[in-house]
Structures are given as C-alpha cells and as structure tokens.
C-alpha cells in the first residue's frame, strides 16, 4: 500500500519537487540524519499528496457543516471555505515538512541526556588508570544508554580498522548533530594528545552541562509566558466575538455571516501563534 500511494505522489509532484530540490540542502541532511528511508524528492511528494487528500476532506467537511446548520451558502462562502482549508493544509504540510528536524532535536535531546548521566557515573569511579577507550566501553554497559551505546560501539569498530582512535573520534565529533556530543568527543580527543587529564574533563563537562540546562529552564519559561499572555489575547478576542455576536444578530444582521467571520479569523491567529511560539 505504501509504494503503491508513493508511486501515486510521485506520478503527481517528483517534477514540481525537483524545481526546487536545489534549495532543499538543508532538508535533506535533516532526512537523512533522523533516519527517514527516503529521499527528499520521495519525502517531499508524499508529504504533497497527503496535504492535498487533507485539504479535499476538510473542504468537503466545511461544506457539510455549513449545510448541516443551515447557513446561507453562495460564491463568497465558498470561498472562504477555501481560504480556511488552505490554511490548515498549510499548517499541515508544515508539520510533514518539520518532521524530520522535529526528529533529529528528540535524538540529539536524548544523547545529551544519556552523556549528561553517563558522565555522572563516570566521575564517580574516579580510576586514575581510565583510558578514553575504557569510556567508551563503560558507555555501552549503562542500561539508559541506547544512542550512546550505538555510538561508542561505532567508534569502536571503526577504530579496530583503521587501528587509530584519534582520527575515528574526530571523524565521528564531526557528523554528529549534537552539539553536546561533538564536545564530548573533542574533550576526549585531548584526552589522548595528553592536553588534558579524563578525570578534570568530566569534571568540567557536567558543570558546563548543568550551565546548560539552566540556561534552558529559563527559556522553557520565558516561553512559557508567552504561550500564556497568547492564550489570554486570543480568549479575549473570543469572548468579544462571542458577545458582540449576540448583539449584532439582535439587529437584524444574519448570525450565519458572523459565524463565517469568526472562522476566517481563526484559522489567521492560530498561523500567528505558531510563528510566535517558533521564534
């Protein structure tokens, strides 16, 4: 079912896809470092078809609504019927288009948590004859480690052919997506030029990562805040609506037409939520 819907998304969007796949760089280091077995032009147009499936449906379902209450339906409703799909399709294809970088900060959260509480461990052991491969051993006996343990296996591996660990770890600090990790490794490359000691390495490396994640409480709640004073603008802007809905109506103007308003305007403060909560 997959290939047959794959083949289907290309058959329609591999050509308006490959327009501009020399602008998608960055998108296919993304796909390509969250593990996504597919290639931008493949990701891409199934992202499209699913997108386009999505808008016919919430179309379709606007349109059933409106009937369903009976509210006068002509030109100008449909219209903004298109308009409202649209915009949610966007936000739709959005995520799809996110989703491999979404993936990739979960994985790079999830190793800088594993070295966080690796380094914990390692610096209780405090053995004076540890050597940098001795790390990577113990890396893989730590039953949180699961990222981590790939690694270290990995550098391991590539270190007994080439029969040299410094180079394997500075080729490995250079493709990963962390920057925690690409730290790590470095610190352990000085480890074995002999610029530094392992012991005052971890020492330092848990105190810059404790910096860190206070650095980023404050962030999450400065974000935080903002999420809330939003949340407060737009219960506002609903409650105004909503009152100056029934006092309008009174008047004689058609609740239906209000209605059309308040869900025009919806769909543009959700779009301005997300941009602000994405800065």
């Given amino acids: 079912?997959?290939?047959?819907?794959?083949?289907?998304?290309?058959?329609?969007?591999?050509?308006?896809?490959?327009?501009?796949?020399?602008?998608?760089?960055?998108?296919?280091?993304?796909?390509?470092?969250?593990?996504?077995?597919?290639?931008?032009?493949?990701y891409l147009s199934n992202s499209l078809l699913m997108s386009f499936i999505f808008f016919v449906m919430f179309?379709?379902?606007?349109i059933f609504l409106l009937i369903f209450v009976n509210i006068y339906f002509d030109l100008i409703s449909f219209l903004v019927t298109i308009f409202i799909s649209l915009t949610f399709t966007t936000l739709f294809f959005l995520m799809f288009y996110k989703y491999p970088t979404y993936a990739i900060i979960a994985k790079r959260k999830?190793?800088?948590?594993?070295?966080?509480?690796?380094?914990?461990?390692?610096?209780?052991?405090?053995?004076?004859?540890?050597?940098?491969k001795d790390v990577l051993l113990i890396l893989q006996k730590f039953d949180f480690n699961d990222l981590?343990?790939?690694?270290?296996?990995?550098?391991?591996?590539?270190?007994?052919?080439?029969?040299?660990?410094?180079?394997?770890?500075?080729?490995?600090?250079?493709?990963?997506?962390?920057?925690?990790?690409?730290?790590?490794?470095?610190?352990?490359?000085?480890?074995?030029?002999k610029k530094e000691s392992l012991q005052k390495i971890l020492d330092e490396f848990l105190e810059n990562i404790e910096q860190t994640i206070r650095e980023e409480k404050e962030q999450r709640k400065a974000k935080t805040n903002i999420l809330f004073q939003v949340n407060m603008f737009l219960f506002l802007i609903v409650f105004f609506l909503l009152s100056g809905l029934f006092f309008i109506a009174s008047e004689?103007?058609?609740?239906?037409?209000i209605l059309m308003v308040i869900a025009v305007l919806f769909p543009v403060l959700e779009v301005l939520l997300i941009i602000i909560l994405n800065k």
Avoid: C, W
């Fill in 59 to 62: 179309e379709f379902l606007i």
């Fill in 148 to 193: 981590l343990t790939k690694e270290s296996k990995r550098v391991l591996s590539m270190a007994d052919l080439n029969k040299n660990l410094r180079s394997t770890l500075d080729y490995v600090r250079k493709s990963t997506y962390s920057e925690i990790e690409n730290e790590f490794f470095r610190k352990l490359i000085d480890v074995i030029d």
């Fill in 1 to 42: 079912m997959n290939k047959i819907f794959t083949k289907i998304a290309l058959f329609f969007f591999r050509d308006i896809v490959k327009l501009f796949e020399p602008k998608l760089s960055g998108l296919k280091r993304s796909i390509k470092n969250s593990g996504i077995n597919q290639d931008v032009v493949t």
């Fill in 110 to 132: 999830k190793i800088e948590q594993e070295i966080q509480k690796s380094i914990k461990h390692l610096q209780v052991l405090k053995d004076p004859n540890m050597t940098v």
């Fill in 252 to 257: 004689g103007v058609l609740i239906g037409q």
